[in-house]
């Protein structure tokens, strides 16, 4: 219960990595394609938590700088996704991600 | 200054993390999920603000919740989510997607009790700050990282020109 109630930097690393497994198991399992984008972004902020607990065990600010480069790199991949969406939505009028199966021989 | 109750503050955003995102994957409305990941973020920022990382906080709040969620909530609007709601929630590859995701946990967790004493015991670095956050940072951002910066803005310019080439009903 003492080592409970320290919070050292691996408290934040467990917090990430049970924020990733449930971003992985919301990409695997859902069908509609909006919630695994928002699936993705839960991973990415994982990835971003990791980043600065580091960067304050290291001392140096170079985490934080990466996280705001993560968070930009997240923008970005938000908007070309959800505009891949949207043209996928216009043509097939389904957001269920089972139905894009065009390729599947 | 010295943190108080760092521990009580901890788990309680820890807690709406964690609840945040189990909403965010078994919700069937996505303006539910949409609203339990902008719950997730906001505490997020909470604990970057425990880790001594405001300016990041400040982006995650403004950026994140601010914009990249606004942005799911206008999309949610576009398509339209009543059939969807629906239908079946969870695909075909559901019980192998959980199996996967249960071996990754144990990996975690092998890799986290295996190696928890390379962390230092205490969870900051009691230096003194020289600067203010946002002065380092920036520092940073224009000396060593100017061409990942810059790449970046140009990454940004890219997103931008895909997004509308791909939402546009002519090309």
Same mark, same amino acid.
């Given at each position: 219960m003492e080592s409970m109630l320290h919070i050292t930097t691996l408290h934040y690393l467990v917090l990430g990595a049970a924020l990733f497994l449930l971003g992985v198991i919301g990409v695997l399992t859902r069908r509609n394609v909006v919630i695994v984008l928002m699936s993705i972004e839960l991973i990415l902020n994982a990835v971003n938590l990791n980043l600065v607990a580091f960067s304050r065990m290291s001392g140096g600010l170079h985490g934080q700088v990466f996280a705001i480069f993560v968070i930009t790199d997240a923008a970005a991949e938000a908007?070309?996704?959800?505009?891949?969406?949207?043209?996928f939505f216009r043509n097939k009028e389904t957001v269920n991600?089972?139905?894009?199966?065009?390729?599947?021989? | 200054m010295t943190p108080v109750a760092t521990?009580?503050?901890?788990?309680?955003? =820890? &807690?709406m993390?964690?609840? &945040? &995102?189990?909403? /965010?994957?078994?919700?069937?409305?996505? /303006?539910?999920?949409?609203? =339990?990941?902008?719950?997730?973020?906001?505490?997020?920022?909470?604990?970057?603000?425990?880790?001594?990382?405001?300016?990041? =906080?400040? /982006?995650?709040? +403004?950026l994140y919740a601010g914009g990249i969620m606004v942005l799911f909530l206008f999309v949610i609007m576009l398509v339209s989510i009543e059939r969807s709601m629906k239908e079946r929630q969870f695909n075909s590859q559901r019980v192998v997607g959980i199996i996967a995701a249960t071996a990754l946990g144990g990996l975690f967790i092998a890799v986290y009790s295996k190696g928890k004493d390379i962390f230092p015991d205490h969870a900051v670095r009691m230096t003194a700050a020289e600067a203010p956050n946002v002065q380092s940072v920036a520092t940073l951002l224009f000396g060593p990282y100017m061409f990942a910066f810059e790449?970046?803005?140009?990454?940004?310019?890219?997103? +931008?020109?895909?997004? %509308? %080439?791909? =939402?546009?009903k002519r090309i």
């Open positions: 908007a070309v996704g959800l505009g891949i969406l949207i043209a991600i089972d139905e894009v199966n065009l390729l599947k021989w | 521990p009580f503050f901890f788990y309680l955003f =820890a &807690g993390m964690l609840i &945040g &995102g189990i909403l /965010v994957i078994t919700r069937k409305n996505p /303006v539910h999920s949409a609203l =339990a990941l902008i719950v997730t973020l906001l505490a997020q920022a909470s604990i970057y603000l425990m880790l001594y990382a405001p300016f990041v =906080a400040g /982006v995650q709040i +403004i790449i970046a803005s140009l990454l940004l310019l890219v997103a +931008i020109i895909g997004a %509308v %080439v791909m =939402a546009k």
